[in-house]
DNA sequence: CCCTAATAGTTGAACGCTCAACTTTGGAGG
DNA sequence: CCTCCAAAGTTGAGCGTTCAACTATTAGGG
């Protein structure tokens, strides 16, 4: 327990602002969105990105990216979002291995539906309670971070190959 | 879809930087506690919280204000955390409507033995990217926003009651 | 005093997410 | 070619969270 550098009154309050923040945040989209739409907040954001897409379809494996989602769960997500009949699912016709998800007519008059309200949210809880060069300075400690989230060793990676594809090291045999 | 502004460029950057870090750091920090303690982050925060409480002890209602979480989440977390023998419950003594929770010695001693780990990741991801100064910045924008978000109407409030104990306004007869 | 309302907490069902298999398809090297 | 491995998705079980009841206890106002 003496290793690490424990955290000081400062950065405990840093943290926990964080959290709270993240928390308290995510928890007032998703009861608005879940009264106001029927959906939860990461339903809203798949057809959102889907939306925004050429011929509103794009790959599993690309939605998966733009929604910063696991394969798993955006194929659960999907799931249900065909079952409401919000997206389609069709198999690639050059690579099989691939799935193209796309927004129905029906699930974009959802989004329309459901993105004044949802819009308005994120104004208010984020973007209201700071000025103009606040929120900049935000996106760029924001920024910051996410540049040290994306390359983690600690990730969900490909499960490292046995001898391939790694720099040996110096202290290696 | 024409009443609220849009999200200009920049307002959508920093709305998604924020989403992708708190989710990215959210789940970093539950898989390091998971794969090392074997217990989400939400569970670590309720055993840190009741350590330093005075005889490790807090009422259900004032560990749920400092962990941040509903009355259901709680009582189902320390439900999960007694059935490990980390927490034990008892009804407290003047008033019987309230339930202390009690960090047991081998609750304590698991928390111990996550808390370098944890500590570590927190300074990781969190405080090894960013300066002293920016950190400090940092925290005073999430500060800003959670005291916004601290009064929000939309959150899930005790149902308004029907006649009394609200202000009549002007406008009402 | 009694009746009402507020406070504190619990419970079960529904739902979303994680993790670890598993299937299928496409390439690459021998 | 044929084998092997990587890439792309899907699935089911287990778990945590939410939401809407529901119980129990205390405090307040006629």
């Known amino acids: 327990m003496d290793g690490a550098r424990w955290l000081d009154d400062d ?3 840093t943290w926990r602002a964080f959290l709270w ?4 945040l995510n928890e ?4 608005q969105l879940q009264q106001d739409a029927g959906m939860p907040h990461a339903y809203y954001m798949i057809l959102a990105m889907l939306s925004e897409s050429p011929g509103r379809t ?5 939605l998966a990216r733009t929604v910063c989602s696991s394969p798993s769960r955006l194929s659960h997500a999907v799931k249900r979002l065909e079952e409401r009949g919000w997206v ?6 050059e690579d099989r291995r691939t799935t ?3 927004l129905t007519d029906e699930g974009f008059a959802v989004l329309a539906a459901a993105a004044p309200g949802h819009v308005e949210a994120v104004r208010r809880h984020l973007f209201d309670p700071l000025t103009r060069a ?3 300075h935000l996106r760029d400690l924001l920024f910051t971070l996410l540049a040290g989230l994306a390359d ?3 990730a969900p990676a490909p499960p490292q190959p046995e001898r391939s594809r790694r720099r040996r090291s110096p202290e290696e045999p």
């Open 88 to 93: 389609r699912r069709a198999k690639h016709p």
């Open 28 to 31: 007032a989209l998703d009861r």
């Open 134 to 136: 606040e929120s900049a």
């Open 21 to 24: 923040t993240s928390r308290l």
């Open 152 to 154: 983690d060793p600690s």
């Open 11 to 13: 950065e405990q309050r």
């Open 100 to 102: 193209l998800a796309e």
């Open 58 to 62: 794009l790959a599993m494996s690309e």
